[in-house]
């Protein structure tokens, strides 16, 4: 028996060593395995458990320098634990774990072009052309099978998105969400400042991190009318007319 022991304790050390030295590039293999060839780590260095590469996001090609840094030995216990830095400066990295119980992200930063975004996420036609740069700041997510708790804000700035009619697009300024709470569901308010459009309502999210968005729409007072007929005809095609002039947006996501 102790010869046995002997046997599979040297054999794990081996197999923490190999796995130790493992170059960075099989974390590209890895990423493009789970998102389907949409995400690639170009220029990867380091080893698989401290590394450092260029996420890149396709087709577009939108790149963000990162870097990062896994525990091994959570991995005994069916946990993946580690640290993520997306971009420089001195601002400590961002946390993640991921187990049989719970994920967890902390301190997370991450800003993007919209079209990219919605272009790596498959969403088909025009709606991929959406303008601006959207950010995310997760201070906290915690999910459960049953619960999710979370302090998060997603901010969407200088908004566009297109119409049907040629050459018409609708400016939404600047759109935020900021979403906070414990529970099976939570939710937050969603507004923006400036554009062509007021926009007002609520955002849940559900332990399983489906969003759901209810949120009114109404051209602003001031434009000409020839512009705000264009877009009130464009917001009839998505959301259903209030009766006030405003148009009810009711979206549930998977």
Known sequence: ????????TALLLLAIAVAATAPATLADARV??????RLRIAAAA???????GDLVMLPRG????MAWHIDA????????RGTLRTGGGEALPAEFSAGPASNTLRRFDLSLPMESLLQTAGVPGAIATAGGVVSAHVERLVQTPGAIEANLALQWQDATVPTLQPGLRIALGDVRCDVQGAGREIEGALSNRGGDVEI???VALTASLAPRIDATIRPRAGLDRDRTAAIASALSLVAAPDGHGGFR???SGS
């Open 200 to 202: 007002a309502g609520r």
């Open 62 to 65: 939108t790149r963000r320098a």
């Open 1 to 8: 028996m102790k010869v046995v022991l002997a046997v599979a």
């Open 73 to 80: 030995w959570p991995l005994f216990v069916g946990e993946l």
């Open 32 to 37: 493009s395995a789970l998102s389907g060839g």
């Open 249 to 251: 947006l009711a979206w």
């Open 46 to 52: 380091g080893t698989l458990w401290n590394g450092s």
